[in-house]
């Protein structure tokens, strides 16, 4: 029988329009995106913005979303949404680099047309650049084409300011419909979500680290943000120290991509 959690992740992946084959654990979801094509047939499709070839050329395809991974190394990702900033990720970066660690940066577009720069160091200081659409837009009110466009858009801009696209979506919100799944089985993408998120808006700086501290556990995504709100100064201050504290528990820290890969191999 479903536990609570699961059965909640169940009627939501219900709720986005989402045929589901398989198990939900405490990681990933493994399922099947009913109308998924594959990539290759339908990309110049997809291009010219053809929904209704996209239907005719329907197939199914697996797709992972990540709350958290299964497994018992303590590693976690600690992720970062809604950047690059003018205020916070510059000194958020030196502080990465500083304590040796390498996180997921999930970029709006817009943002990253402004502060080109500050994508290439994510990128040559070895950080995981993921997809947070192109104007922080709620997919799961979109229709497919509303959502290959915002991610389109910002993959390549992504693509052309380091040489590769992104590997991983995270959707602004959570939010997820069919329709960014389906493009997410065409694209060959993952979606990773959070089981832990800094609460900016309710501790203080001590407050947050010793939150993430006390409730760490082997193959958390850790939600923060790099921009946005006033509030997130909050959470950027508490970094060094969850930073620090993390390691002193024993945990290292991996990519969203890397805490996929650690999901497969527990199954």
């Known amino acids: 029988m479903d536990t609570p959690a699961e059965a909640s992740r169940r009627s939501f992946l219900r709720m986005a329009g989402v045929g589901v084959a398989g198990t939900v654990g405490a990681g990933a979801l493994v399922g099947t995106a009913v109308g998924a094509e594959r990539y290759h047939e339908v990309s110049s ?3 010219r913005g053809d929904g209704a070839t996209v239907a005719q050329l329907s197939s199914a395809t697996s797709i992972s979303v990540l709350w958290r991974a299964r497994t018992d190394r303590k590693v976690v990702a600690l992720t ?14 030196d502080d990465l680099r500083a304590a040796d660690v390498r996180a997921t940066f999930a970029v709006v577009g817009r943002n990253a047309a402004r502060f080109p720069d500050l994508i290439r160091r994510q990128h040559d200081d070895g950080h995981e650049i993921a997809n947070h659409t192109w104007g922080h837009t709620d997919l799961s009110m979109r229709e497919y084409d509303g959502c290959r466009r915002e991610l389109e ?4 801009l992504v ?4 040489g590769s ?6 959707p602004p919100w959570g939010r997820i419909n069919g329709n960014l799944l389906q493009y997410a089985a065409q694209t060959g993408q993952k979606v990773v979500l959070w089981d832990m998120r800094l609460l900016e808006d309710e ?3 001590a407050g947050n680290t010793a939150y993430v501290l006390d409730h760490l556990r082997p193959g958390s995504v850790v939600l923060a943000h790099d921009a946005g709100l006033a509030r997130r100064k909050v959470g950027m201050a508490a970094i060094p120290d969850i930073l620090a504290g993390a390691k002193e528990l024993g945990y290292e820290f991996v990519s969203a991509s890397e805490m996929f890969a650690l999901d497969h191999a527990a199954r």
Request: overall charge negative; glycine content about 6%; cysteine-free.
């Open 159 to 162: 693509a052309e300011l380091t």
């Open 165 to 170: 696209p992104t590997a991983v979506i995270r």
């Open 45 to 47: 499709a997809r291009r």
């Open 80 to 93: 970062f949404d809604d950047g690059p900033g003018a205020e916070h990720t510059e000194r958020l970066l």
């Open 153 to 156: 858009r910002t993959d390549d």
């Open 203 to 205: 501790l203080d700086s």
